[in-house]
């Protein structure tokens, strides 16, 4: 019961900041927690981090450590990614996800049933 449409992507230099958003939509989103996943050519999906629309908490999985902030925006119906400092091995598909949170934090990488079709991110050297 939840759409997202991720966008922001594009071609960046390494060194700068990029942020991603997930514009999310459904009846109960507060019900759900909302991912972020990134694939690059030849790898396996990485799990980045999450958030639970509800109270906000987020969980970072240590991948691209240090360089991440998720976020929510209640007005916007957003779920956001910074990334800063971008480097080249930050060169993916991102993905948004949401599955049902119940009441277990942090969530897994498994149970995630609602994708967005991803958005496209290059960093240049």
């Known amino acids: 019961q939840v759409h997202l449409v991720e966008f922001g992507g594009g071609l960046v230099q390494a060194g700068g900041s990029l942020r991603l958003s997930c514009e999310v939509s459904?009846?109960?989103?507060?019900?759900?927690?909302m991912g972020w996943f990134r694939q690059a050519p030849g790898k396996d999906r990485e799990f980045l981090a999450a958030i639970k629309w509800f109270d906000g908490r987020a969980h970072y999985t240590g991948a691209a450590k240090g360089q991440l902030i998720i976020s929510r925006d209640t007005t916007r119906n957003t779920v956001d990614l910074q990334i800063s400092p971008l480097k080249p091995e930050d060169t993916a598909q991102y993905y948004c996800a949401a599955k049902f949170a119940g009441w277990k934090f942090p969530p897994s990488a498994d149970g995630f049933d609602n994708w967005g079709r991803g958005t496209q991110v290059t960093v240049t050297s």
């Open positions: 459904g009846p109960t989103l507060g019900v759900y927690v």
